[in-house]
């Protein structure tokens, strides 16, 4: 694993940025995995303006999102769909059509899981994921456990991960209780993950992530276990690790 420090969340955005656009650029038909929450939102950013320059071709990019709401359709400005097609896919010129979010309106969400898997699987599987992750350490919406999750399933929002998403809705009340997340397991099936982290609220998950023991309590502790890490942190969210900084 490299851990790279950021002063702050534009040079965490520009370096992940820059891991992100040399996958796209080495090769072309990627498939990168991708998350949401304010993390990534400059990391996108910076994907654009590098498109808008020239130097980035998504035409034959596919894409994969790690989780969704259950219940917010498309429409919603609160679903993750909505917030990729806003921040990111409808500023490149990604197709459309390989672009892929897990569908929380699904009647069967069982069938949907097992669909999502499948879908990552028929793609070749994941070249590289962007992870954000939670003030708990979770990571998509695998949340503090008492096993890893292996596959994309279905998952009861924690009090915690409630809290801390209601400042994007109208109240606490709003947020969905539940969301369709790959498992740690499909995580762990990524070629190569990159992990971004911002700000002091972080530091307590990024150091028992990384320099913890790896337990389900802390989900994104599993990534100790994955061959080909990078995690790009700013300071603050580094502060409590140990000797990095
Ligand atoms: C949500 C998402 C995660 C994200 C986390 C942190 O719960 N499901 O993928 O990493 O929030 O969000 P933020 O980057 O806004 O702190």
New binding site residues.
């Given amino acids: 694993m490299r851990i790279y420090e950021a002063k702050d969340y534009q040079e965490m955005s520009r370096k992940a940025a820059n891991i992100l656009a040399a996958q796209v650029i080495l090769k072309p038909d990627c498939v990168l995995g991708l ?6 939102i400059g990391t996108y950013d910076q994907l654009v303006e590098g498109y808008e320059k020239g130097d980035l071709d998504f035409s034959e990019v596919k894409t994969v999102n ?2 969704e709401y259950i219940g917010l359709d498309h429409e919603n400005d609160q679903s ?1 769909y909505y917030f990729m097609h806003q921040h990111l896919f409808d500023r490149i010129n990604i197709d459309p059509a390989n672009t892929n979010v897990p569908n929380g309106m699904a009647e069967d969400i069982a069938a949907e899981c097992e669909r999502y898997e499948e879908l990552i699987r028929s793609l070749g599987g994941v070249d590289i994921q962007l ?5 708990n350490g ?4 695998n949340e503090p456990a008492d096993s890893f999750d292996k596959m994309t399933h279905c998952v009861d929002l924690t009090e915690s ?1 409630i809290e ?2 209601k400042r994007f809705f109208a109240s606490a009340d709003d947020v969905p209780r539940q ?1 369709v ?1 790959m498992g740690s397991g499909t995580i762990m099936k990524a070629k190569k993950i990159l992990l971004i982290a911002c700000g002091e609220d ?1 530091a307590d998950a990024v150091a028992k992530s990384f320099f913890g023991p790896v337990t389900p309590e802390v989900p994104a502790s599993i990534l100790q276990l994955h061959s080909d890490v990078v995690v790009i942190a700013d300071t603050a969210a580094l502060s409590k690790c140990p000797g990095v900084l």
């Fill in positions: 998350a949401t929450g304010s993390s990534p790690l989780d993750y992870l954000g992750i939670g003030r979770h990571i998509g919406f991960t801390a998403n969301a997340s972080k």
